[in-house]
């Protein structure tokens, strides 16, 4: 049973325009959500997170909105770069405890020039 | 202020050997991870260790066990290795003291049983 789910296993977007990453959970007690981003031969590095006591944070081109009666979540990259193309994981967490997450199974940006 | 570094970056095991692996996490940070990520899947937690002891365990057999050191570095062990154990093993740091929001992963190591 997973608990976060990326149902898009992969996304092309153009340079400049908005790229838009979605995840789903079911576990009710989630209550912090990140967002990673994984180069080949790399770690996962650290993107972006909300607090399930709000609904939007935005940090420079990136954006995560999060719907709590949805249990869902999306990242907006505004404007893509080619730089951005990446795995992108969603993870969420109980207790704001980062380092005990569940992920997803990522999904694959790709921005084209 | 250096970052998680993983050692060996990659490994091959026959079935049935134990392997170690090591973690040496974030330079003021407290608390290491563990996690297993197979081939085309997002990372599984194995386990949480923090000031020495475990903080927390996914769904991982016995056979998957870890230590945590005084100075915060950590060792996953597994023994018995099987097949499916095959996968990249990420550790990652973070602190429990303040505000635990985000980990700082290390570049895994690769773990080939055969």
């Known amino acids: 049973d997973q608990q976060v789910k990326q149902n898009s296993p992969s996304l092309s977007v153009q340079e400049g325009r908005i790229s838009i990453l979605n995840c789903d959970y079911t576990?009710?007690?989630?209550?912090?959500f990140l967002w990673y981003k994984k180069y080949p031969a790399e770690g996962p590095t650290f993107l972006i997170s909300?607090?399930?006591?709000?609904d939007k944070n935005e940090d420079g081109r990136f954006t995560v909105f999060l719907n709590k009666s949805a249990k869902h979540l999306s990242l907006h990259i505004v404007p893509s770069q080619p730089g951005d193309s990446a795995v992108y994981f969603c993870?969420?967490?109980?207790?704001?405890?980062?380092?005990?997450?569940?992920f997803g199974d990522g999904t694959t940006l790709t921005v084209k020039p | 202020e250096t970052g998680v570094t993983q050692s060996p970056t990659h490994l091959i095991k026959t079935r049935g050997q134990q392997v170690t692996l090591r973690c040496s996490s974030q330079?003021?940070?407290?608390?290491v991870s563990w996690y297993q990520q197979a081939l085309g899947q997002g990372p599984q937690f194995i386990f949480q260790?923090?000031?020495?002891?475990?903080?927390g365990r996914g769904n991982f057999p016995p056979r998957f066990s870890g230590l945590q050191f005084p100075n915060y570095s950590s060792e996953l062990n597994v023994n018995a290795l099987e097949l499916d154990d095959s996968a990249l093993y990420l550790c990652?740091?973070?602190?429990?003291?303040?505000?635990?929001?985000?980990?700082?992963f290390g570049q895994g190591t690769r773990l080939t049983v055969v």
């Open positions: 260790y923090y000031r020495e002891e475990e903080n």
């Open positions: 576990n009710s007690m989630f209550d912090y």
């Open positions: 990652a740091s973070s602190s429990m003291t303040g505000r635990n929001t985000e980990a700082f």
């Open positions: 330079s003021g940070h407290n608390t």
């Open positions: 993870a969420a967490s109980v207790d704001t405890n980062a380092g005990k997450s569940t």
């Open positions: 909300i607090s399930s006591i709000k």
